[in-house]
């Protein structure tokens, strides 16, 4: 039973980038998948979550119009489309569940179980 978040890598700014979130030993339909990232020396940020039940998303205010996520329920994965990425969002990601209900999607200890994280650095 594990999430196993892939995907990072170097990018330039304003590149696009893509990151998935594959479970394995579970199905991810009844829950709420999160991404979230932490930067050096800075908390942990609630980025992007969706809601695998109804397929309502949200979306952090740093984020919201760059990113986008989406599920693949035949592949129990769900990804992270980030474009127009910045030097800010340089951090590493990392993928985690909540079971329903999750009363506040973007906080991260609403998520019980975690995946390793995937690092994201947008440089030039």
């Known amino acids: 039973v594990q999430l196993q978040a892939s995907g990072g890598g170097l990018v330039q700014p304003g590149g696009p980038l893509r990151l998935s979130c594959a479970a394995s030993g579970f199905a991810l339909d009844y829950y709420v998948i999160g991404w979230f990232r932490q930067a050096p020396g800075k908390e942990r940020e609630g980025v992007s979550c969706?809601?695998?039940?109804?397929?309502?998303?949200f979306y952090g205010d740093s984020v919201r119009g760059r990113f986008t996520i989406s599920r693949d329920n035949a592949k129990n994965t769900v990804y992270l489309q980030m474009n127009s990425l910045k030097p800010e969002d340089t951090a590493v990601y990392y993928c985690?569940?909540?079971?329903?209900?999750?009363?506040?999607?973007?906080?991260?200890?609403?998520?019980?179980?975690w995946g390793q994280g995937t690092q994201v650095t947008v440089s030039s």
């Open positions: 969706i809601n695998n039940s109804d397929g309502s998303t």
């Open positions: 985690a569940t909540g079971r329903l209900p999750v009363f506040r999607p973007l906080t991260p200890n609403e998520y019980g179980r």
